[in-house]
């Protein structure tokens, strides 16, 4: 499971559409993306975390999380440079940062108390091998947390989701991000590698001792916590 040899034209769409990625993406979410985090980031996070925003893009998971918790010290991940240079302006005090994928973090055992992905776990070359890599660099008694698009497992509501991944949002995107709002579309590829929400629950309790799932629209959006 994971993006594996599709993962590098994912990655060069995400670097084309760094312009219009945050209007794009609050369009096509219906407006729900950033009700998602606080859902996440509620059910996963404490006061006092130290806290790895894995595949963080702008940071809009740390964003979130440090406006409901001031004193979390956070570190922003990701493979795109460019991202994380666009974060400048928008927090307080910049967080640390650090570049790379999922599947091989620079980051010693237990370092964290949770790890939060949000809209990111989905681009994973290998899921199975970034889950444990998760795993490895959260404590004892912490929490993953992930927020992203959920895969029915009933058939008939997946088709559904399906068809506004297909023929909705590429439309969405056109009007919230004109000519590079169309590349969005590739968000549909990842959609299908993407496990159905039973399978990934599952997937996620091969690690962790308990997982709460929680989902929305009829499971076409997930806000789960793991916890090792």
Same mark, same amino acid.
């Given at each position: 499971?994971?993006?594996?040899?599709?993962?590098?034209?994912?990655?060069?769409?995400?670097?084309?559409? @760094?312009?219009?990625?945050?209007?794009?993406?609050?369009? @096509?979410?219906?407006?729900?993306?950033?009700?998602? &985090?606080?859902?996440?980031?509620?059910?996963?996070?404490?006061?006092?975390?130290?806290?790895?925003?894995?595949?963080?893009?702008?940071?809009?998971?740390?964003?979130?999380?440090?406006?409901?918790? #001031?004193?979390?010290? @956070?570190? *922003?991940?990701?493979? =795109?440079?460019?991202?994380?240079?666009?974060?400048?302006?928008?927090?307080?005090?910049?967080?640390? !940062?650090?570049?790379?994928?999922?599947?091989?973090?620079?980051?010693?055992?237990?370092?964290?108390?949770?790890?939060?992905?949000?809209?990111?776990?989905?681009?994973?070359?290998?899921?199975?091998?970034? /889950?444990?890599? !998760?795993? &490895?660099?959260?404590?004892? #008694?912490?929490? =993953?947390? /992930?927020?992203?698009?959920?895969?029915?497992?009933?058939?008939?509501?997946?088709?559904?989701?399906?068809?506004?991944?297909?023929?909705?949002?590429?439309?969405?995107?056109?009007?919230?991000? #004109?000519?590079?709002? =169309?590349?969005?579309?590739?968000?549909?590829?990842?959609?299908?590698?993407?496990?159905?929400?039973?399978?990934?629950?599952?997937?996620? *309790?091969?690690?962790?001792?308990?997982?709460?799932?929680?989902?929305?629209?009829?499971?076409?959006? @997930?806000?789960?916590?793991?916890?090792?």
């Amino acid at each position: 499971m994971g993006l594996e040899e599709g993962w590098g034209r994912v990655i060069d769409v995400l670097r084309d559409i @760094i312009p219009v990625y945050d209007r794009v993406n609050s369009y @096509i979410s219906l407006g729900k993306d950033t009700e998602y &985090r606080r859902r996440g980031i509620s059910s996963g996070v404490r006061p006092g975390d130290r806290v790895l925003d894995a595949g963080s893009g702008f940071g809009n998971m740390s964003i979130t999380a440090t406006s409901t918790y #001031g004193d979390i010290s @956070i570190v *922003l991940y990701d493979p =795109l440079l460019p991202m994380l240079r666009n974060t400048a302006g928008r927090f307080d005090t910049v967080p640390s !940062m650090a570049s790379g994928v999922f599947e091989h973090m620079p980051f010693p055992d237990g370092t964290f108390d949770a790890v939060m992905c949000g809209y990111s776990l989905r681009d994973a070359i290998n899921l199975r091998v970034a /889950v444990a890599e !998760m795993h &490895r660099v959260t404590k004892k #008694g912490g929490r =993953l947390v /992930v927020v992203d698009l959920g895969k029915p497992d009933n058939a008939a509501v997946r088709a559904g989701v399906s068809l506004y991944l297909r023929a909705i949002l590429p439309v969405l995107a056109l009007a919230a991000g #004109g000519r590079l709002g =169309l590349k969005f579309a590739t968000l549909y590829d990842t959609y299908r590698r993407w496990p159905a929400n039973g399978k990934l629950e599952g997937l996620l *309790l091969e690690k962790y001792d308990r997982v709460e799932f929680q989902k929305g629209m009829m499971g076409g959006a @997930i806000i789960v916590a793991a916890y090792k």
